[in-house]
Nanobody, 127 residues
Framework: QVQLVESGGGLVQAGASLRLSCAAS????????MGWFRQAPGKEREFVAG????????GFADSVKGRFAISRDGPKNMVYLQMNSLKPEDTAVYYC????????????????????WGQGTQVTVSS
């Protein structure tokens, strides 16, 4: 079964940037949409960004639109989340996940749309 491993989290000050990476263990991952979610203490896991399997479509939560970017590198089995102008409210554990649908035309925006999850990476933004 494909495994996902996130990296790149850390402690930064408000206004800084971070790039999260998600490495997939199998090449088949490149045929699925991918998403990034986050979960802050005491809150539900929420959608942050998604990208279609082809990379041609992407979308973002309103709270990060204009600040975050998502990309993927199929041959390297990697997905990235570039986070700029970070705010304290971005503090959370960030997870990457694989969409359930093989070569779907879109990507999901709820946790139910995803069936494989990474272990998460902590992002902490200080004010």
């Amino acid at each position: 079964q494909v495994q996902l491993v996130e990296s790149g989290g850390g402690l930064v000050q408000a206004g800084a940037s971070l790039r999260l990476s998600c490495a997939a263990s199998e090449r088949t991952f490149s045929s699925y949409g991918m998403g990034w979610f986050r979960q802050a203490p005491g809150k539900e896991r929420e959608f942050v960004a998604g990208i279609s399997w082809s990379g041609g479509r992407s979308g973002f939560a309103d709270s990060v639109k204009g600040r975050f970017a998502i990309s993927r590198d199929g041959p390297k089995n990697m997905v990235y989340l570039q986070m700029n102008s970070l705010k304290p409210e971005d503090t959370a554990v960030y997870y990457c996940a694989r969409d359930r649908v093989y070569r779907g035309s879109w990507y999901g925006s709820t946790t139910d749309n995803y069936d494989v999850w990474g272990q998460g990476t902590q992002v902490t933004v200080s004010s």
